[in-house]
């Protein structure tokens, strides 16, 4: 046996975690096992033509290239990938000299990203595991954090050592076209047949590593219905506080991958039972704690996102931001006007602060903000129903969105807004003027709404002024 060889072997004991049982850790080591084309229902059918066009430059130069990851994993399942990513023996540098529309990007991990108009086919050079203790290495190639958390990972290695150092075994799959085949290094075959989400290596160790793979675990849970494996489930409770080190644009990002991809309500139950959903929504968590029927607004919004995305219709990050933190402005806004502060400064207040603390967790961007605030401001107005402000309301750019949020609040049961929802349904459904006079006569009625009349100061007489 060769030393590179030998040296796989070992690393293979060190990280492969078993297939046979959930709470065995360690087991027997697996083999490489290639899947021949008859034996899979993989075909280039289903593969991006630019992807094969890279496949094919890279091989021809002598380079190895793999189709690898989510996209034959999700081919294996007859869905539709998202994006096609490749590994290859070629290095960032000579991956960039065969591809004149490529460019480097990444300090972290740096890749290669070959554009064609809007597709991007992701190149990543074979990777090697590396020990945090370990210091002789370049910290400008490899660097890891007192928690053990990756900050730098280049280390380059050979498919083996790749296949290793990914995440959960599913994601371990490597697809050639020189014949068409599969190679599979950890097992992921079997438990993508099993319907079983696990971790390659020490589980505690992979997530110190880089804590944003519990997220991962459980989105893969939510939008494949796969079932976490128990060594992989878990540490994941008590780990849940190192997503505080992440940074909060990259816990951005993940949130919209975990929410916005059509499984949102399940997403929500499985980060609650796994204990991550205070760690992304700290504020509302804290809020739930004390009024837990607040949170059906949230499941409200969250069942209306996966339906709209089913049906292909936009979504907006400022609506589902909205509706996540609304239980902590309800409950921060209450106790300022508790503390005597009238209503309309009291939402604001509580507007700037709750935004405020989650832009430390989570960084969301202005362009989001600024809409969020307005569909908050706009649910006492649309509440109230004041006649002379009716039609200024609806032509306001955002009523749409926060029409639509009064109608999730109205359902949720939570809170006491009358039949506001129901009238404006009404009134937009109204076409005839007669129809929307009958439905604006309701709102003189309304207390509040009716006009107080103005007493006339009497008329001086003539001739009276002495």
Known sequence: MTGKRSGFIHRLFSYVTGKQSDTQPQAPVPTLSILPRDQHTISRRHISDNALKVLHRLNSHGYQAFLVGGCIRDLMLDLHPKDFDIATSATPEEVRGLFRNSRIIGRRF???????????????????????????????????SQK???????????????????????????YTTTDFSIHDYCGGVQDIHNRVIRLIGDPETRYREDPVRMLRAIRFAAKLDFHIADSTAAPIATLAHLLKDIPAARLFDEILKLFLSGRAESTYYLLQDYHLFESLFP??????????????????????????IQEDKP??????????????????????????????P??????????SQQCRR???P???TIPMREIWEMQSQLERRQPRRVDELVTHPRFRAAYDFLLLREQSGDEAIGD???????????????????LMKQLHSMPGNKRKRRKRRPRKRPGNTA
Do not use: C
């Open 366 to 368: 202005k362009r989001f």
């Open 283 to 308: 504020a509302t968590q804290a809020s739930l704690k004390d009024a837990p029927a607040a949170g059906q607004v949230i499941v409200n919004a969250l069942h209306n996102t996966d339906l709209r």
């Open 362 to 364: 989570t960084a969301i």
């Open 420 to 438: 506001a929802g129901q009238w404006w349904t009404d009134y937009q459904a109204s076409s005839q003027d007669d129809a929307r006079q009958a």
């Open 315 to 344: 979504v907006t990050p400022a609506f589902f931001f909205a509706a996540m933190l609304w239980p902590a402005l309800v409950r921060l806004r209450d106790r300022y006007q508790n503390e005597g502060m009238p209503p309309v």
């Open 110 to 144: 740096k890749l290669i990203h070959v554009v064609f108009g809007r597709e991007v086919i992701e190149v990543a050079t074979f990777r090697a595991s590396h020990r945090a203790e370990d210091d002789e290495h370049d910290s400008s190639i490899s660097h890891h």
């Open 148 to 174: 053990g958390r990756i900050l730098r990972d280049n280390v380059y290695g050979t498919i083996e050592d790749d296949a290793i150092r990914r995440d959960f075994t599913m994601n371990s799959l490597y």
């Open 346 to 355: 009291a939402l604001q207040q509580a507007a700037t602060q709750v935004i």
